[in-house]
């Protein structure tokens, strides 16, 4: 059973940075395409980001030019690197993957705790 640990989370102002990062243990296998999602008070959740392990990456039309996703297959890890954030990006984010052979844009197979991103403006 493959498991999800994000980390990076907290409290950040307007137009500043943050990081997220992802790791997966717990197999001996890989996993497949890895993304981020996240849910804001009220709303549905939605893709942020994801990227397949050939690096293949597609982003969500309201992040695209300000958020960064990448992976190390070795390692199993990706990250989220978050710039110029808004008040409106505030959600808890969840990390999620796809088995091995997946290679689409939206994995759901795994997933993470989630962790609480708050921009203040």
């Known amino acids: 059973q493959v498991q999800l640990v994000e980390s990076g989370g907290g409290l950040v102002q307007a137009g500043g940075s943050l990081r997220l990062s992802c790791a997966a243990s717990?197999?001996?296998?890989?996993?497949?395409?890895m993304a981020w999602y996240r849910q804001a008070p009220g709303k549905e959740r939605e893709l942020v980001a994801a990227i397949t392990r050939g690096g293949r990456t597609h982003y969500a039309d309201f992040v695209k030019g300000r958020f960064t996703i990448g992976r190390d297959n070795g390692r199993n890890t990706m990250y989220l690197q978050m710039n110029s954030v808004e008040p409106e990006d505030t959600a808890v984010y969840s990390c999620?993957?796809?088995?091995?052979?997946?290679?689409?844009?939206?994995?759901?197979?795994?997933w993470g705790q989630g962790t609480q991103v708050t921009v203040s403006s």
């Open positions: 999620a993957a796809g088995r091995l052979y997946y290679g689409g844009y939206y994995p759901d197979d795994y």
């Open positions: 717990g197999t001996a296998y890989s996993v497949g395409t």
